[in-house]
């Protein structure tokens, strides 16, 4: 009995988390928040993005030095090669100020998400 | 300029001391020479400096998120690679009587070992690769970057030794607890980052932030980066990042038991061959 109950757990699992995907991918499409990085600045320093909404940032480096996007209050990380650009998920958040800065250049490239209610 | 360097280049250098002076304390113990490690810093510097150069294209696979799917591919091939190493680690006890298959198996230990060291030495480098290539050509930035990730890739160095020298002093049966322990953390710290750099790129979905301890040990103060080198610290982990983390660690200690299982019967055997004599 028991050993049947075990077997079923794997399945379960399985299916929860495929139902997860299905209604993950099957949401709105995702907005999209546009960052440039020039002079070792992040170019809006100050973005707004709505309450409980996933956010896509694309951020386009336009320096010839690399530059790495962090925030701890985001907990995201990611190093953006120069002369290119590369997209950050973000949310859903709630709302509130998340600080980010870029980890080569912090002194000058700082900027923050702000969460609105919709 | 030179305190940045120094912040940026010890954090990556802290979690590759931590490791790589836990595997030379059980490279010790099952009487493997430590040479390895030498192959497994220069195999890793390869990697890191061939990582950093195509880092640009490599950001732009899979629709702009190629970055986060390779450094996540690599950290669960260490977590892979960690259970596969506490298997022989297991099933060899080094403070008994060497047995015939020993020196076969401390060949796939090293082996592992320089696989899991190379892999996180690619991964922490390739950043400071990246970092060091793109103030090269600003003059006025070159010394005080390059004296910055000097002191503080030797501060890193040096706590790898002090975490040496730490359990070499500990008791034997002690040692191998704590190893463990260490080994399961950084284990779990592989697969908590994975899963967080998954949901940075949207392959993973979205789950519940557990707890925000960032008033209490904000994770950019100074034991905030102690703890995220030591045991993957992190102020707001979401649920699925905590089940990793205990994925990871169980997995690590799973294997040890199942080494421990496997053994069991042949030790027994060596044992009461032992005891005849």
Partial sequence: MIFKQACKLPVTVITFLGIALVSHYALAATPVIEIKIQNHLFLPETIEIPANTKVKLLINNLDPTAEEFESYELNREKVISGNRKAVIFIGPLPPGEYPFFGEFYPKTAQGKVVVIEP | MFLNSVVLVLQEALEAALLISVL???????????????VAIG???????????????????????????????????????????????????????????????????????????????????SEIFIYIGGVINQPSYVQPTLAGSGIGAGIGISAGVLIYYGLLGLPRNKVTVIGLCLLSLVGGNMASQAVLLLTQADWLPYSQILWDSGSQIPENSVIGHLLYALVGYEATPSLFQFSGYLFGVSMILIFWLLGKLISAPSTMALDAENTSY
């Fill in chain 2, 24 to 38: 030379l304390v059980f490279s010790k113990h099952y009487q493997i020479k430590p040479r390895w490690v030498l």
């Fill in chain 2, 43 to 125: 195999l890793g510097t390869l990697g890191a400096l061939i990582f950093a150069l195509n880092m640009a294209s490599v950001s732009e696979w899979f629709d702009y998120v190629g970055q986060e799917v390779i450094n996540a591919l690599i950290q669960l091939s260490i977590l892979f690679l960690l259970v596969l190493l506490v298997l022989p680690l297991s099933i060899n006890n080094p403070f008994k009587k060497p047995r015939a298959n020993m020196l076969k198996s401390n060949f796939w230990i090293m082996a592992f070992m320089v696989l899991i060291v190379s892999l996180a030495i690619t991964r922490e480098g």
